[in-house]
């Protein structure tokens, strides 16, 4: 079974300042990974995801997020945080072998403030 | 804009009604998804189709909850005699590999059960 912690529920930084959000997975074979990100009452915005090759990986946003197969994570980040960067923030898990269907974290709240 | 259109947004009902929201992946995505969410928590995967096949449906809640996909394009969720506890968003996705595997959202429906 495949599954995601999330470990930080709210996370709080001020603008321009850098940004972490951790995520930790579980997962027998190679993971595909995701960061979507959720404005309230809006559907969900993929950012990033990681199949295979560079470990590092750019996204939309100035957002990037490094996997670490050693350590099961896959953290997200950004150098310089935007008030608008100021949303719910979900790491998921698929694979190819179930059609993708994604294992989703509980998210992180992200708060900024001026 | 993610190229999938839910429909409605937002539906109020009664408890022991039946409700039934539509999905359209704009461009033609043979896999197509279906999730809840409910607040403060990650979305939940209830079932998926590939094409018009329904692949799995054990993760839907309750015999209450039903998916179709009739042509391999759009698909509809119903949900009858609705409860409070259905009260969520129901957020629909599509993948294909022609899009490299990746999963995109909707905006989801929101369903408030009084």
């Known amino acids: 079974a495949q599954s995601v912690t999330q470990p930080d529920i709210h996370i709080t930084v001020s603008e321009g300042a850098s940004l972490e959000l951790r995520c930790n997975y579980s997962?027998?074979?190679?993971?595909?990974l995701f960061w979507y990100v959720q404005s309230p009452g809006q559907g969900l915005q993929l950012l990033l995801k990681y199949f295979s090759g560079d470990t590092l990986v750019q996204g939309i946003k100035g957002f990037e997020a490094e996997f670490k197969r050693s350590q099961s994570s896959f953290n997200l980040r950004k150098p310089s945080v935007h008030w608008s960067d100021a949303a719910e923030y979900f790491c998921?898990?698929?694979?190819?072998?179930?059609?993708?269907?994604?294992?989703f974290g509980a998210g992180t709240t992200v708060t900024v403030r001026a | 804009d993610t190229g999938v259109s839910q429909n409605p947004r937002h539906k109020i009902t009664k408890r022991g009604q039946n409700v039934t929201f539509r999905c359209d992946p704009i461009s033609e995505h043979n896999r197509l998804y279906w999730y809840r969410q409910t607040l403060g928590q990650g979305p939940e995967f209830l079932t998926y189709f590939q094409n018009e096949a329904q692949l799995e449906k054990s993760r839907l809640l309750s015999d209450r909850f039903s998916a179709e996909r009739p042509k391999g394009s759009f698909s509809t969720l119903e949900i009858q005699r609705t409860e409070q506890g259905d009260s969520a968003m129901y957020l629909c996705a599509k993948g294909a590999q022609a899009s490299g595997n990746t999963i995109y959202f909707g905006e989801g429906s929101w369903l408030t059960v009084v």
């Open positions: 997962y027998g074979a190679t993971p595909y």
């Open positions: 998921a898990v698929g694979a190819r072998s179930n059609d993708y269907k994604l294992s």
